[in-house]
């Protein structure tokens, strides 16, 4: 309840205005600054290619900076899959932590209804515990044998 008070009295306030107008004037002045760094950037690309083709022939420089700029998207490239497959890894032991303690609490969220009113001798009986068991199981199994790439298209083809 604290927290909504404290939220109508921001709109009340006029501070939630305030906070917004503070992020967008951040957000502008933020864009600029990059606008002008990689102006400066391609400023100093154009002056290096004028160095190295005054001191080594224009054809020569031009395909220097070609190979260059080659390198550099390929290392990008290659650091981005690394990247991309290490994350996955994360996500999957995330997902399969997260199904575990769903799990574990959906049981614990069922263990008083079943232990109570005759959950155990009443209308579904055992099936009520063996049902969700044996789903249980079924997709533990699955999730064993399917193939590693199935879930995730970024992990598709990547030799795992």
Known sequence: MGLLASLLSGFASG??????????????????????????????VGAAY???AARY???????????????????VLLIHRL????????EAKRRKTDMKAIGVT???ALLPTLL????????????????????????AIYRENSKPGADHPDDAGEGK
């Open 50 to 52: 004028i160095w190295a």
């Open 116 to 139: 109570t009113k005759g959950g155990l001798k009443g209308k579904g009986g055992l099936g009520v515990i063996l049902a969700p068991a044996v789903a249980l199981a079924a997709y």
């Open 106 to 108: 959906a049981a614990l």
């Open 15 to 44: 501070e939630t205005l305030a906070a917004v107008r503070r992020a967008r004037t951040a957000a502008i002045v933020y864009a600029l600054a990059a606008l002008a760094a990689l102006c400066g950037l391609g400023f100093l």
């Open 57 to 75: 022939g224009s054809l020569a420089a031009a395909r220097g900076f070609g190979v260059g700029f080659l390198v550099v998207a390929g290392l």
């Open 83 to 90: 990247m991309s497959g290490a994350r996955a890894r994360r």
